[in-house]
């Protein structure tokens, strides 16, 4: 049911599942007829959640030998 200013009632059940508390946001989108339910935090939690987790790792290759190592990849698959 669609109450004042639009608000509907997720489903304590579906609520518990998702994790969903007291004023978390959420996204609505219309796909194919279907309305769809978005938690826009797990979207770009992923960034979040690496954010930091390559520093202090050394790359393998400096940048000079990475240019090197991607031109003779790419002269590679261009010679007939």
Known sequence: MVLEKGRVTIPQELRDRL???RG????????GGRIRLYLPELEEDVV?????VLK??????????LEK??????AS????
């Open 24 to 31: 978390d946001k959420i996204k609505f989108s219309l796909e």
């Open 56 to 65: 202090g790792i050394e790359p393998e290759l400096g940048p000079e030998e």
């Open 48 to 52: 979040e959640r690496t954010k930091g």
């Open 19 to 21: 994790g969903l508390k």
């Open 77 to 80: 698959k261009t010679k007939a």
């Open 69 to 74: 190592a991607f031109l003779a990849a790419v």
